[in-house]
């Protein structure tokens, strides 16, 4: 990654929005959302790609390493030139996710990861996503599960979320859509991210949510442990399974345009 690029990553993490990779303070998110992307890969195996919704580009990037052809959608004019000038091997388009810029049956898989929650028009989304599938094609998508994101509210918490989804929300909005689903998963906390559970009281996620927002006292933003302890975790510290859905932290769900 160039200086330039290095810079305009941090700005995008500033955002408060994105989640992009060589942030110390991000990692725990980044390999989150890495172990999604590393479940769905095989699907992408020598086919042409779009992801609707690319962000920094590191997963259109992931892509890029198994599929024939990856084109990356995003809306931001940041991200779509920070991705030209970052990963070499996906083609940066800005557009509308409302109005996909490709034509009818042009792409062989659709993904979107982390990105129907921000949509105020989900359906619309997806029936554009299906537009530009060709048949068979499937839509891989990963979204928060509402059931343990925001499980005390119909309200999401996060101001960038328009509509948290359970599985069973996820299924029936899909299937509205044109779509059949072939499968349903939940990514988990791993035996490390576990061990960090108990170590900071339950949560590691609510002892970072309590530094980001401000919650402890002292000049220091992140205490140290806590820092080393999120910048050591990676991808194989999540575990995606079928089991327990309602439990899992994110969704991750492979649909069939029919």
Do not use: K
């Not at 892509?63 to 931001?76: C, G, L, N, P, W």
């Not at 079928?242 to 649909?255: F, G, Q, R």
Request: a negative charge; glycine letters at 8%; one cysteine or more.
């Amino acid at each position: 990654m160039t200086d330039v690029s290095a810079a305009r990553s941090v700005q995008l993490h500033l955002s408060g929005e994105r989640t992009v990779p060589g942030v110390q303070e991000e990692n725990y998110w980044f390999r989150r959302h890495e172990a999604a992307y590393r479940a769905l890969l095989p699907l992408c195996r020598d086919a042409v790609v779009l992801e609707a919704g690319c962000g920094e580009g590191y997963g259109a990037n992931m892509i890029a390493e198994v599929a024939e052809r990856v084109v990356a959608v995003d809306y931001d004019e940041d991200c779509v030139r920070h991705v030209a000038e970052t990963y070499a091997s996906v083609r940066p388009v800005r557009g509308n996710l409302a109005v996909l810029p490709l034509s009818d049956q042009s792409v062989d898989v659709v993904a979107n990861l982390q990105v129907i929650e921000h949509l105020w028009d989900q359906h619309g989304f997806l029936t554009e996503c299906r537009r530009v599938l060709r048949p068979g094609g499937p839509l891989l998508c990963t979204t928060p599960n509402r059931l343990t994101f925001t499980p005390d509210s119909d309200t999401p918490l996060n101001p960038y979320h328009t509509r948290e989804l359970t599985a069973d929300e996820l299924a029936e909005l899909l299937h509205g859509a044109g779509f059949a689903v072939q499968s349903m998963r939940g990514l988990h906390h791993g035996p490390g991210v576990q061990a960090l559970d108990e170590r900071y009281g339950g949560s590691v996620i609510e002892a970072q949510l309590d530094v980001v927002m401000g919650h402890l006292p002292g000049t220091a933003p992140w205490p140290e442990r806590l820092l080393m302890d999120v910048a050591s975790l990676t991808a194989d510290d999540f575990t995606v399974q079928t089991e327990d859905i309602d439990a899992s932290l994110d969704l991750i769900a492979v649909a069939v345009r029919q």
